[in-house]
């Protein structure tokens, strides 16, 4: 198989929280806000979403958001992120530099699993879930991996979610200037039901970017 199809996606952003938010920043209209801004997940116990932050927030949202809109039911889940929940990691690694210890608490939900988890959890999802980090960067070689199920007649169907927050203000000119906040999620599948068809063969996605990948299946 040299290409699978994908549905519409559901995201979210900063600034960017309804669909025509969304066809406003495919015609250039609108941007991504670069804030801490995160969605309520008012469909959530307070108790559950108290202590999340903006990457855990916005990929709760998009699962919840696409199994919503495409009713796929309880399927596998392939998460992938850049830097994963980072502000947390700054946390923990200035206690680590300024004090020389960490107290068990700043460990929780820091793993890099932890987004896709609590979607699973919030969502009620049991199929299972993996997370990806894009080796040296590179989006397509994680869109291929998350595909793998799908592409290997494994599993007719797979929700793809992507997304990662806003880096902290502390980390300076280390901080990466194109990419920005936020999270989205769509249902990739071997049968041609979908809005989106998606070439995998390694040439045509090696210059795949997340927003590239973004603006193909919005469209």
């Not at 519409?8 to 991504?32: F, H, M, V, Y």
Request: net charge negative; proline share 6%; hydrophobic share 40%.
């Amino acid at each position: 198989m040299n290409k699978i199809f994908a549905s519409r996606p559901c995201c979210w952003a900063p600034g960017l929280e309804t669909p025509s938010d969304w066809q406003e920043w495919l015609s250039g209209n609108k941007g991504i806000e670069n804030t801490e801004d995160a969605p309520s997940l008012s469909f959530t116990s307070p108790l559950f979403r108290r202590r999340l932050g903006q990457l855990c927030r916005m990929t709760v949202q998009v699962v919840h958001d696409i199994l919503e809109q495409t009713g796929c039911g309880d399927i596998k889940q392939v998460f992938i992120s850049k830097r994963g929940d980072i502000k947390r990691e700054f946390t923990v690694n200035k206690t680590l530099i300024e004090d020389n210890t960490v107290l068990p608490a700043a460990f929780s939900l820091s793993v890099f699993n932890a987004p896709i988890a609590l979607a699973s959890i919030a969502c009620n999802l049991k199929s299972g879930y993996s997370a990806i980090f894009p080796s040296n960067g590179i989006f397509s070689s994680a869109v291929l991996a998350a595909a793998a199920p799908v592409l290997s007649g494994h599993e007719d169907k797979i929700i793809l979610v992507y997304g990662d927050e806003a880096v902290p203000v502390e980390y300076g000119k280390l901080s990466p200037e194109d990419e920005f906040p936020m999270a989205f999620a769509t249902v990739l599948s071997a049968k041609e039901d979908s809005v989106c068809t998606i070439p995998t063969a390694p040439d045509t996605l090696q210059d795949c970017t997340v927003e590239s990948f973004l603006r193909h299946i919005l469209k």
